[in-house]
């Protein structure tokens, strides 16, 4: 079967047959990519017997984000109704990744991932100027000394890093 384009823009795959009969997992703009390609090969000088062994029971695992051409055809694979665990298996990644894509995608209507917010400062930005205006109050106080009365929650070299982004070194 082969797969239309999607909005967006998103470059998509045609998919051949089965790996078993063609030989070929899938085919990529007129690339094709043999299915063996990703089992690793036995380069150990003691040989171990191939079966049952986790390399060749399960197919590889992919870590990360989906590229834009995963996410398209993830889209086009679903609309084309194959389930989640065969699209984990071709794009090599875990089904949940493929489910959780497509259900934000549903929910949004965006392929787009949106920035994380990242983890919340230690010192806020009042905390900094009480900082600044204690600092400059009693110049004669050590940072430990400031440190204890305004931020005892933060380290030192955090309240250090704070007063140096306002030029003030202690």
Request: proline residues 7%; hydrophobic residues 40%; glycine residues 8%.
């Given at each position: 079967m082969t797969v239309a384009a999607?909005?967006?823009?998103?470059?998509?795959?045609?998919?051949?047959?089965?790996?078993a009969s063609t030989g070929f997992l899938?085919?990529?703009?007129g690339q094709k990519y043999p299915t063996d390609r990703w089992l690793p090969s036995n380069t150990s000088k003691n040989p171990t017997s191939p079966i049952n062994h986790p390399s060749t029971t399960?197919?590889?695992q992919k870590?990360?984000?989906?590229?834009?051409?995963?996410?398209?055809?993830?889209?086009?694979?679903?609309?084309k109704e194959i389930s989640f665990s065969e699209i984990g298996e071709l794009l090599h990644c875990p089904k949940s990744t493929v489910q959780t894509f497509h259900n934000r995608f549903q929910k949004r209507g965006d392929a787009n991932t949106l920035p994380n917010p990242g983890r919340?400062?230690?010192?806020?930005?009042r905390?900094?100027?009480?900082?600044?205006r204690e600092s400059k109050k009693a110049?004669?106080?050590?940072?430990?000394?400031l440190r204890n009365d305004v931020a005892p929650h933060a380290s030192l070299d955090t309240v250090k890093r704070a007063l140096a982004s306002v030029n003030i070194k202690k």
């Open positions: 999607v909005p967006g823009s998103l470059v998509l795959a045609g998919i051949l047959g089965s790996p899938v085919k990529v703009l399960m197919p590889p870590t990360g984000y989906l590229t834009e051409f995963e996410k398209g055809r993830v889209v086009a694979l679903r609309k919340a400062k230690i010192i806020t930005t905390t900094c100027r009480h900082l600044v110049r004669h106080q050590t940072l430990s000394e």
